[in-house]
């Protein structure tokens, strides 16, 4: 299935593993470039496809105090900075109608946030770009009910949607994941990607912000992968106790390596016995 703006990557069972990865959030220019540029080279040396992921702004945080990034404008601007310079693609979140046009000429992906993956509007402008199109699913959502989510984007004549899973919410701080989800929505026929690191959040479990528990992003995602996981999304930072967000779910560079080989290993062998 070809999804990805000039259809020159392949998402899907016969493809290699995705892996969507970043920063929460641009916190600097040149933070947000090291952590890119490291990216690309360890996924480009295990031959996994890689897409970037970071937030120009953060609109849901716990807080109204809580950094939200650069804005659109100034985030935009990073972004297509490093893009020029790496040569990589890009994901970022879209909050609103009126922000799609800008984020989908400097973008490859435009990113639904979760609690806005039923917004009609939203989705059909996302829909309506060169852009693929990826639904973060609803914390408040069954699997199934993604159905009706993912056809306001290809009722709008748009086919390159992703679907990413990040767990299911059932109040007092926590997430849960149903690992049956990730097939109920591949038979929808879109890809689907695990949110590993977001998976792990503990919304709104430190207060005045999420908290989490990053020791268990690398158990979610072998076990996603040997569910059947088109790709995996982490989020992740030099420094993950100094980032201004996600940083209790944020995973550190230097885990990285290691866990690509092991997420390779499952899904070779997953692929291999099918």
């Not at 809580?66 to 490093?82: A, C, K, V």
């Not at 679907?163 to 007092?172: A, D, I, K, L, N």
């Not at 949110?195 to 020791?215: I, M, N």
């Amino acid at each position: 299935m070809k999804i990805l703006k000039n259809d020159n990557m392949l998402v899907g069972s016969n493809a290699p593993l995705l892996i969507i990865a970043g920063p929460c959030v641009i916190e600097d220019f040149e933070t947000t470039r090291g952590i890119a540029a490291y990216l690309k080279d360890v996924t480009a040396d295990m031959g996994l496809n890689f897409v970037f992921k970071a937030s120009y702004d953060k609109a849901n945080r716990t807080s109204i105090s809580s950094f939200r990034g650069p804005g659109m404008d100034q985030g935009l601007d990073i972004l297509h900075r490093i893009k020029q310079a790496l040569g990589i693609k890009l994901l970022s979140d879209v909050h609103h109608p009126v922000e799609v046009e800008a984020a989908a000429a400097i973008l490859d992906i435009l990113q639904i946030p979760a609690l806005l993956c039923r917004q009609t509007d939203l989705l059909t402008a996302a829909a309506n770009t060169a852009c693929a199109v990826n639904i973060k699913k609803g914390q408040f959502l069954a699997p199934w009910d993604m159905c009706h989510v993912i056809e306001k984007v290809t009722a709008s004549g748009n086919n390159r949607v992703l679907v990413t899973e990040r767990g299911s919410q059932f109040g007092y701080n926590n997430l849960v994941v149903d690992f049956r989800g990730l097939k109920i929505i591949q038979q929808m026929g879109t890809p689907v990607i695990f949110d590993a690191t977001h998976s792990v959040q503990l919304p709104g479990g430190a207060g005045e912000k999420s908290d989490g528990q990053r020791e268990f992003a690398p158990v979610l995602a072998k076990a996603a992968v040997a569910a059947g996981a088109d790709g995996v999304f982490l989020e992740v930072h030099p420094e993950p106790e100094k980032a201004l967000c996600d940083g209790p779910n944020s995973l550190p560079l230097d885990c990285l390596p290691k866990l690509l080989k092991q997420l390779i290993a499952i899904r070779k062998a997953v692929t291999t016995i099918e």
